[in-house]
């Protein structure tokens, strides 16, 4: 048995319930409507959710490297997902410049290799830089009104 | 015929438009090549500097904004294993790979010669044979819509070596995501939890920025700290005329034909566009190649039979346009709607009432394609020096661009909360060894299949038979039913033998 799969299979047969039980609250019609094809689906995906279960059912179990190698990192990609959802969230009340040049600054230093030496001015130049070129081509070139937040004054 | 070409000629090589296909052709292709902005967005955000212009240099300039962008989306496919459009998915497959083992600009060479062919077998096949192939798709209805997109569905399953169950799977889910919105025929909101900006359904593009861009960002993140190569770039090697030899040439013209009629057949129908038709055409390269095993790894087949394909598919798409008046996609819908601003009614009394304008058009698609070879070529030295940019400093710039582009969609935040939902996505089904090519397939083709079920079911008054009493409806549900039991009696000896042959790993898929 492998755990990965058994939960994957799992995931797989959850979602079908889901959606069906969705697709179940559509309101009904006479003959083929909105809830039809949905309902195919989810019957589909619960279906190909118990192959995968039992067929991981039967797999032999995972390697302790394999297992390990799978869990390496989840803190740097935890640290990504809450850099990028911060960067969303902050679009509007910071402003696009504002915003994109703390989420670059942050993510260069979050992405930079242990190995490779880490340039906090270099990765603030460039957080600036980056995100004033971007700002500037699209809104001044290509008539997109992106927020510029604090700065809306000087920039529109 | 040939007068009416000369002067179109003509008309595209005086100065003032060759220069503005020149940058047309330039900014298409930097649009095609970064994740998030597709020729749809050059085409919209371009047709208001057309106003001024004449019908030929307003039309050559959207014609070439239309070759650049989606040539250009090979670029990053093969750099960054991110497909810059939907018509590049399948580039990624074998581009990046080939980009990995040191063969990057060979691959970058190899996709913009055969992006040029494609684009021209194109131009011929809508300078000869529009009008007849366009009365074929004319002809359809929805049952042979449904048929077709049924089929191309099956296709799934070819797409899911490894486990069909998971790669069927993702096909499935793909549809479901396609199911969110207004529901065809009858209008009811589904799945939209009240909330107005689902009502439209999820865009195309946040989709596949997100389940590309985004999820390879992520993927970049989870070893970006330890890298196991030392988290050097591979180096690419060094570049002579294209990157590939007169024999590999040669060597790829079948592969390069069929992938053209692919690329043109598959144009022609409406809503199906280059985003299907490259990822068909590697299916079918795949199957016919004497070294199938080698697809995946990093192959040229691989990248000539997805570049031939979409850029084929610009002929293909023009057919229904020029002759029907019938965008097969969102970009020839666009020019559809530039052609009108200009004055110019698509139909079949086009090629009577306008034929020089016609003609102009041809010739612009044929100059297009030829900017669009000297400027990649010119180009090919810098795209390859984006290697040097280590990736924990491009893929965050990447990121903010495909935010810009989904942000460019509707000037909505919640599209940008989008791409992070389906990046979140791509990287669970890398992590789980799903693969993502059904997934794109599943949702660009299930609002298709399920509009035309429903129309083809109202035409025949509830009568389920009419979709295999009709001769081209129940040819393509035949094939699909034998697709399927070919690809489970494919799986079933795979399984029986010493080890199942796997070489295909899609989308990210581990």
Known sequence: MRLKDVIVGTVMAGAGIFYLRMAAALPERDGVDAGTVPGILAWMMIALGLIELVGALRRPHASEAETRAATSGLVTVGLTLLLIAGFIAALRPLGFPIATSIYLFLQFLVLTPKSASRSVPLYAGLAVASSVLIFATFRYAFDLLLPAGPLVAWLN | ?510
Not at chain 2, 22 to 27: E, F, M, S
Not at chain 2, 366 to 378: G, N, P, T, Y
């Open chain 2, 1 to 510: 015929m040939f007068d009416l070409l000369i002067q179109g000629f003509a008309a595209v090589l005086s100065l003032k438009i060759f220069l503005l296909m020149t940058v047309g052709v330039a900014v298409g292709i930097v649009f095609g090549a970064v994740p998030g902005l597709t020729a749809v967005m050059a085409i919209a955000l371009c047709l208001p500097m057309t106003y001024g212009l004449g019908p030929a240099a307003g039309i050559s300039l959207l014609i070439a904004l239309f070759v650049g962008a989606t040539s250009g989306g090979l670029i990053s496919a093969i750099l960054l294993k991110i497909p810059g459009t939907p018509s590049s998915i399948a580039t990624t497959f074998d581009g990046g790979p080939m980009m990995e083992k040191g063969e990057g600009a060979k691959a970058l060479g190899v996709g913009i010669v055969f992006s040029f062919l494609g684009t021209i077998a194109s131009i011929a096949a809508l300078a000869f044979i529009a009008p007849s192939l366009a009365k074929v798709a004319l002809s359809f209805g929805p049952h042979e819509y449904f048929a077709i997109a049924v089929f191309s569905l099956t296709l799934i399953a070819t797409l899911s070596s490894g486990s069909m169950a998971k790669g069927i799977f993702a096909g499935v889910l793909g549809f479901a995501v396609s199911t969110v919105g207004i529901a065809p025929v009858d209008a009811t909101a589904r799945f939209t939890f009240g909330n107005v900006e689902l009502n439209a359904g999820f865009s195309i593009l946040t989709v596949l920025v997100g389940m590309f861009a985004v999820a390879e960002v992520i993927k970049v993140a989870e070893s970006a700290r330890h890298p196991i190569d030392g988290g050097a770039a591979p180096l690419p090697v060094k570049i002579k005329g294209f990157g590939f030899s007169m024999a590999e040439f040669l060597g790829q013209i079948p592969n390069a034909i069929r992938s053209a009629l692919i690329g043109i057949g598959i144009g022609i129908l409406p809503g199906i566009g280059a985003g299907t038709s490259n990822i068909i055409a590697y299916i079918a390269a795949k199957k016919r190649s004497k070294t199938p095993e080698e697809f995946g790894k990093g192959t040229i087949e691989g990248v000539v039979a997805s570049e031939t394909a979409n850029n084929a598919g610009i002929g293909g798409a023009m057919i229904p346009l020029l002759t029907l008046g019938i965008p097969g996609d969102a970009v020839t819908a666009i020019m559809l709607g530039g052609l009108m601003i200009h004055g110019i009614q698509p139909g079949p009394m086009l090629f009577i009432t306008q034929a020089p304008l016609v003609y102009t058009i041809f010739a612009a698609l044929i100059v297009s394609a030829v900017l669009m070879l000297v400027l990649e070529f010119w180009g090919l030295r810098i795209f390859i020096k984006l290697l040097a940019i280590p990736k924990h400093i491009l893929l965050p710039v990447i990121l903010v661009l495909c935010a810009v582009g989904a942000f460019g969609l509707a000037s909505r935040i919640f599209d940008i909360w989008t791409i992070l939902g389906f990046g979140v996505l791509g990287y669970a089904f890398v992590k789980a060894g799903i693969p993502t090519a059904p997934f794109i397939i599943g949702f660009i083709l299930g609002p298709m299949a399920e509009t035309s079920l429903r129309r083809g079911l109202q035409l025949s008054r509830g009568d389920w038979t009419g979709f295999l009493t009709n001769p081209i409806s129940g040819t393509f549900l035949a094939l699909a039913v034998v697709s399927i039991a070919w690809q489970m009696w494919g799986e079933y000896r795979a399984t029986r033998g010493p080890v199942a042959a796997n070489p295909l790993k899609l989308g990210g898929e581990e």
